[in-house]
């Protein structure tokens, strides 16, 4: 509860007294608001919308998924198929280009539309299996959970085991 005032009364106060701040957060409303209306051509919006034309693809194939590379291709036919605003059109697809390596930026999104459930569970295995293991320090323990849970919420806004230097520090940390 104490955490909580206090986390309530930072932002309050980032807010009211810096600029940039005040922006983003008005950004964020704003974005909110348009993506009842169905716009996807805001940076969130290109995420929700990704989350929205994935749907179909994930309930036809959940188990084993679609494979690797063709999850991508996917979910650009079902935005071109089933999209019918041309700035949604050009705001999705400029984010997932027909190249190798093209993702959905959401490290789960990509997995259990590449592997499935099977491959999700797999995913999720590998922090389960760091955190069941006993450090030799106790003190070093709360380390390992911050660790997880790091790499978990930034798995919502990218993907971080592609062509990066994140699985490299993940390896040298745990």
């Not at 989350?51 to 036809?60: R, T």
């Not at 959401?106 to 459930?117: A, E, H």
């Amino acid at each position: 509860l104490i955490g909580a005032f206090f986390i309530c009364l930072s932002y309050n106060f980032a807010y009211y007294i810096s600029p940039s701040f005040k922006n983003k957060m008005d950004y964020s409303i704003q974005t909110s608001k348009e993506l009842v209306y169905g716009n996807f051509t805001s940076s969130i919006g290109v995420r929700i919308g990704f989350l929205f034309y994935s749907i179909d693809s994930i309930k036809k194939n959940s188990m084993f998924g679609l494979g690797t590379g063709d999850h991508v291709y996917e979910i650009r036919n079902n935005i071109i198929q089933q999209e019918t605003n041309r700035q949604n059109i050009e705001a999705l697809l400029q984010n997932i280009p027909e190249s190798h390596g093209s993702n959905l930026h959401n490290q789960f999104l990509d997995i259990i539309l590449q592997f499935g459930i099977i491959g999700l569970i797999i995913f999720f295995n590998i922090f389960y299996q760091i955190s069941v293991n006993k450090t030799q320090n106790s003190y070093l323990q709360p380390l390992q959970y911050l660790l997880i849970i790091n790499i978990l919420l930034l798995c919502f806004a990218n993907p971080l085991f592609i062509y990066g230097d994140v699985e490299r520090i993940f390896i040298l940390l745990v």
